[in-house]
């Protein structure tokens, strides 16, 4: 079965400067990686994909991850970061079978300050 | 195109007491699940369903029971609510649950168990 790491529970970055988010995965076969997002009280929204296409995945709001099999790594990244993006962010890996189940990493909360 | 209701937003038990949580989708969707959040947990897959009439359970079903009579409506129902369901239950859906495809969350049902 796939797990996520998800390497920092907290990152804090100024306005403007870059985002790195990190994770990591245990798999063995190719997976399908996924980061999704929760704004506070919200519920969680698809940032982007990874199903074994193009190994660098650009997503919604400036957001991309690269996978990384040589690492075992799905970091999410974003040049510049913006209020708006404050959020927990989670890495999240499929386990396919006689039903795709999602498995979550335990979330990254993005603290973004002026 | 309303996408995933979930109802109550909030809820307060005691111990003991039932309750049904309520899921609904206007998207057609074959594939709908559970999932309960905790603080440093992520989100945890409590059941699943791949179509009208079979549910199967996910990594923390205990205590929760689901039916799926219709396409759209997926309920969770707790009999005999413990202070360890006190969560945040977000329902989710997508097309078919047999590959990488994108999944729709609720925003979300708070409970608190006393």
């Known amino acids: 079965a796939q797990s996520v790491t998800q390497l920092d529970s907290h990152v804090s970055v100024s306005e403007g400067t870059p985002v790195l988010l990190r994770c990591n995965y245990s798999s063995s076969y190719s997976p399908s990686l996924f980061w999704y997002v929760q704004h506070p009280n919200k519920g969680l929204q698809l940032l982007l994909k990874?199903?074994?296409?193009?190994?660098l995945v650009k997503g919604i709001n400036g957001f991309e991850a690269e996978f990384k099999k040589s690492e075992t790594s799905f970091h999410l990244t974003k040049p510049s970061a913006h209020m708006s993006d404050a959020a927990e962010y989670f890495c999240v890996g499929l386990n396919t079978g006689t039903a795709s189940k999602l498995t979550f990493g335990t979330g990254t909360r993005l603290q973004v300050t002026l | 195109n309303a996408g995933v209701t979930q109802t109550p937003k909030f809820q307060v038990l005691k111990t003991g007491q039932s309750m049904t949580l309520q899921c609904a989708q206007d998207m057609n969707h074959e594939y709908m699940s559970w999932y309960r959040q905790d603080p440093g947990m992520g989100l945890r897959l409590i059941h699943y369903s791949v179509g009208a009439g079979i549910t199967d359970q996910g990594e923390v079903p205990n205590g929760y029971n689901v039916s799926r009579s219709t396409t759209e409506d997926f309920p969770l129902r707790l009999l005999s609510a413990a202070p360890s369901q006190t969560s945040v239950y977000f329902c989710a859906s997508s097309y078919s649950g047999s590959g990488a495809e994108t999944q729709y969350f609720g925003p979300g049902t708070r409970l608190l168990v006393l």
């Open positions: 990874y199903t074994s296409a193009a190994t």
